[in-house]
């Protein structure tokens, strides 16, 4: 399997190319910080992040996803998210 080149953002992962905007992975778009202070579509952004993560943690194991040791983002502020 060859490895899928475009860059896989977790939710709350920050942008590589606009520092202080956040992905958010209901919306598809990268976000200011204030986005993530209330639920998306009616989901805490801590669920959300939880499901992409278990997400990506498949997507790791089977090496399809390109994601760097050294991102960045705000995962650490949802409660009870995993560490990426």
Request: charged residues 25%; aromatic residues 12%.
């Amino acid at each position: 399997m060859e490895i899928d080149d475009a860059r896989f953002f977790l939710h709350g992962d920050e942008s590589d190319a606009e520092p202080g905007a956040y992905f958010c992975r209901n919306c598809n778009a990268f976000l200011p910080d204030g986005h993530f202070r209330s639920p998306c579509l009616n989901e805490s952004h801590a669920a959300i992040y939880a499901h992409h993560y278990r997400n990506f943690l498949t997507l790791a194991k089977l090496g399809r996803v390109n994601r760097p040791e050294s991102a960045r983002g705000i995962a650490d502020r949802f409660q009870d998210a995993p560490a990426a």
